[in-house]
C-alpha cells in the first residue's frame, strides 16, 4: 500500500505557535490611533411602540463623538438570508418603530473612551409602549396570541403555507396495519454559544474613501455582502479582513455588528470599536433556537418503523435570521436516518418576541437526532428489543427512497454502529452482525412492508 | 476626581521590566495592559471575574486581572504571557500547549498556561486532580479540558528532566 503523507499522521497547528505566545491577533486586539468606542442602547422591553427616541442629553455629554439611530442607516433592514431568497425583511438594523425582543438595538453612542460611551447610553431617554409579548411556542400558534409579524401570524411562510409538509406513503394505513403505536414529545431550550471571545469589530476610514473592517465573522464574504446592502456602497469600498476567530459555533454569523460600526467610523471620520461584554454575548447574541418535537409512530412487533407522524415547532425568536433555512433542514431530517415507508411531517418555523436564534453547530439537525434517538429508546424499551437491534433493523440501506425523495446513497450507518459496538467491547448478535448497508433490495422492502409500503407519489 | 478624565501615575515591574503609565482612576489591569500598553496576549474574556482569561500573575500568584484596578499594583511585579519566553525559545508549557493541540481558538490559552505556571511553580509534581482544581478558575469552550491537563502533565515531566 502507497506510504500517505499526511493521512495518519499527526500535524501541528499552524496557528499553534502564535496561540502559545500570545502573538495571534483577535479582532479585539486591533488598536487604531485615536480610536472611538460605540455602545448600543437596547430594548428595556420585550415588545412595544416606539413613540420616541431623546438622544439630546447623551449628545451632550462631554467625550461623545456621535449618536446613531435608525435614521443613518441607508437600507435599515438585516438581508442576511434576503440572499438566498427568505423573506419578505423582517429585522431593522435599528430599531424605529417598534421592538420585538427584550435588547434589540436602538440607538448607538459613539465617545472617546468605552466608559463614556456606557455612561453616554444610560442618557438616552425612550419613551416606548409596552405591549403583550409572545413568549411560548404553543401560544404563539394558538387564536388567542397577538400576531406579531407584519403578514398576520407568528410563522414564516413557506410558499404561502404557515408551515413545511412532508407527505410519503399512507400514515393511516400504516397506522391501522402497526403493532404498537408509540409516541413522545420532546423539548429543547435555546442554546447560547458562548465563545471565549465576545463580538468584536473595528472599523477605520482610510484616505481612500474605503472603510477597513476588522470582524471575527464566521463568514466573511456573507458579512462583506450584507453589509454593502445596508450601507447601499459597493463591495470595493469595503475592506473585510478576518482571520482567528475565539470561538464561534455558529454564533458568529449574524452580520450584527459591522454595519453599525461602518456607520460609526463614516459619521465621525475616526476608527472606532464596538465590543460587546459577555452579558451582551449571552443575552442578545442569537442563541440555537428552542424546540418542541412530537412523534406519533406505528411499530411493528420485530422493530420495523412503518410510519412516522412528526409535529415540529422551532422558536425563531424575534426575527428570521437563519431560522428558516434551519427549519428546511430539520424537516429534511426529523424522520431520523431510518427507512420508514410512511412518513407525514409538519413543521412550524415560529416567531415570538424572544431574543433571535439562528446558526449554531448543525442547527435543525441536532435538535431532530435529540429527539429521534430519545424516541428509538423509548420504541425498543416499549416494545422490548435491545437498543442496537431498534437502530440496526431501521437503519438507511443504499437504494432505498427517503421521505424527502431522495434516493439514498453511500449509507454507512450499520457499520458504523458496528463498529461503535466493536469499540465498546459489545459482542452483536450473528443476524445484526450480518447485515450492512448494501442488504436491501427493492423486493425484500415491498415484501416486507406489506401495506404499508411508500406510494411514492405526492 | 472625574473618574472619567482625570489621570493617575502608576507605576510597577512588567516581565521584568519598570513601567510607568498615567491613566483614569478606575482602570483595570487588563485594560492597562492591553488598551495602555498594547500587550495583548492577556485575554478580554468577560469582564467580570468568570473565565480566567485575563489571568497575569502578580508576584507569581494567578491574579484576574480584568477586576484589579491597576493602582493597585503600584511597586508590584506583573508576569503575562509575553514574559515567559523570549523570541525563538518556548517555555515548556508553551511547547507542551502546541504538542498537545492543547489549544485550538487561542482564546484562553494565555491564562490557562500562566495558571499553570504557578501552579507547577508550588507543586512540580501535581495530579490530575490537583491541575483540575487548579484550573477551576479558567474556561474554555473549544479545545476541551483533557489535552490541557495532559500538556501540563507533560510539561512537570520535561521541567523537571531539564533541570
Known amino acids: 500500500m502507497k506510504q500517505l503523507g499526511i493521512v495518519g499522521q499527526s500535524v501541528r497547528r499552524t496557528d499553534g505557535i502564535g496561540h502559545v505566545t500570545g502573538t495571534t491577533r483577535y479582532v479585539d486586539d486591533v488598536f487604531y490611533p485615536n480610536m472611538l468606542w460605540l455602545k448600543m442602547v437596547r430594548s428595556p422591553v420585550a415588545r412595544g411602540i416606539i413613540h420616541s427616541v431623546d438622544t439630546s442629553q447623551a449628545e451632550a455629554f462631554p467625550g461623545v463623538a456621535a449618536v446613531i439611530t435608525a435614521r443613518d442607516v441607508p437600507n435599515n433592514w438585516y438581508t442576511i438570508l434576503g440572499l438566498i431568497g427568505i423573506g419578505p425583511n423582517d429585522e431593522p438594523v435599528l430599531a424605529d418603530s417598534e421592538v420585538m425582543y427584550e435588547g434589540e438595538p436602538i440607538c448607538a453612542i459613539v465617545a472617546e473612551s468605552e466608559e463614556i460611551a456606557c455612561e453616554a447610553a444610560s442618557l438616552v431617554r425612550v419613551e416606548i409602549e409596552e405591549q403583550e409579548p409572545v413568549l411560548d411556542l404553543e401560544y404563539a400558534l394558538s387564536p388567542q396570541a397577538p400576531a406579531i409579524k407584519k403578514w398576520g401570524n407568528n410563522t414564516y411562510m413557506y410558499d404561502g403555507m404557515d408551515h413545511r409538509q412532508v407527505r410519503f406513503g399512507n400514515i393511516e394505513a400504516a397506522f391501522a396495519q402497526a403493532d404498537h403505536i408509540i409516541e413522545g414529545s420532546y423539548q429543547m431550550s435555546p442554546i447560547e454559544h458562548v465563545p471565549m471571545e465576545t463580538h468584536v469589530c473595528v472599523v477605520n476610514p482610510e484616505g481612500d474613501g474605503r472603510l477597513t473592517v476588522h470582524t471575527n465573522t464566521q463568514a466573511l464574504y456573507f458579512s462583506l455582502d450584507n453589509t454593502a446592502i445596508i450601507l447601499k456602497m459597493p463591495t470595493h469600498r ?42 451582551e454575548e449571552f443575552r442578545r447574541s442569537s442563541t440555537r433556537a428552542g424546540a418542541k418535537i412530537e412523534f406519533r409512530d406505528a411499530v411493528m412487533n420485530d422493530g420495523r418503523i412503518i410510519g412516522r407522524k412528526v409535529r415540529s415547532l422551532q422558536d425563531a425568536g424575534a426575527y428570521h435570521r437563519h431560522s428558516p433555512y434551519g427549519l428546511q433542514k430539520h424537516m429534511a431530517n426529523v424522520a431520523g436516518p431510518y427507512n420508514i415507508p410512511n412518513v407525514w411531517i409538519d413543521a412550524y418555523c415560529v416567531y415570538t418576541n424572544r431574543q433571535p436564534a439562528s446558526a449554531m453547530r448543525g442547527f435543525g439537525v441536532t435538535e431532530a437526532s435529540f429527539a429521534v434517538e430519545v424516541q428509538m429508546e423509548k420504541i425498543a424499551r416499549t416494545i422490548g428489543i435491545d437498543s442496537w437491534e431498534i437502530r440496526m433493523v431501521n437503519a438507511y440501506r443504499n437504494g432505498q427512497m427517503r421521505a424527502i425523495r431522495k434516493v439514498v446513497e453511500d449509507a454507512t450507518l450499520v457499520e458504523t454502529i458496528k463498529a461503535a459496538a466493536d469499540l465498546v467491547g459489545y459482542e452483536l448478535p450473528a443476524h445484526l452482525r450480518a447485515m450492512h448497508s448494501n442488504d436491501y433490495t427493492r423486493e425484500d422492502n415491498d415484501q416486507s412492508h406489506g401495506e404499508g ?6 | 476626581m472625574n473618574t472619567l478624565t482625570d489621570t493617575l501615575t502608576v507605576t510597577f515591574k512588567l516581565n521584568s521590566k519598570p513601567v510607568a503609565l498615567a491613566v483614569p482612576p478606575l482602570t483595570t489591569l487588563r485594560s492597562a495592559l492591553r488598551e495602555h500598553l498594547h500587550l495583548h496576549a492577556t485575554k478580554a474574556g468577560c469582564g467580570q471575574g468568570g473565565c480566567g482569561s485575563c489571568t497575569v500573575l502578580v508576584n507569581g500568584e494567578p491574579t484576574l486581572s480584568c477586576l484589579l484596578p491597576v493602582a493597585l499594583v503600584e511597586g508590584q511585579e506583573v508576569t503575562t504571557l509575553e514574559g515567559i519566553s523570549s523570541y525563538g525559545s518556548l517555555h515548556p508549557l508553551q511547547e507542551a500547549f502546541y504538542e498537545h493541540f492543547a489549544a485550538q481558538c487561542g482564546y484562553c490559552t494565555s491564562g490557562m498556561i500562566l495558571t499553570a505556571k504557578a501552579l507547577l511553580e508550588r507543586n512540580p509534581h501535581p495530579s490530575r486532580e490537583e491541575i483540575a482544581e487548579a484550573l477551576s478558575g479558567n474556561m474554555c469552550r473549544c479545545t476541551g479540558y483533557l489535552p490541557i491537563v495532559e500538556a501540563i502533565e507533560d510539561a512537570a515531566r520535561k521541567m523537571e528532566e531539564g533541570q
Open chain 1, 453 to 458: 409500503a411508500p406510494r411514492h407519489d405526492r
Open chain 1, 238 to 279: 469595503l475592506h473585510f479582513i478576518g482571520g482567528t476567530v475565539g470561538g464561534g459555533f455558529g454564533g458568529k454569523v449574524d452580520v450584527i455588528t459591522e454595519p453599525i460600526t461602518c456607520i460609526a467610523a463614516m459619521k465621525t471620520g475616526r476608527a472606532v470599536k464596538w465590543r460587546w461584554t459577555r452579558e
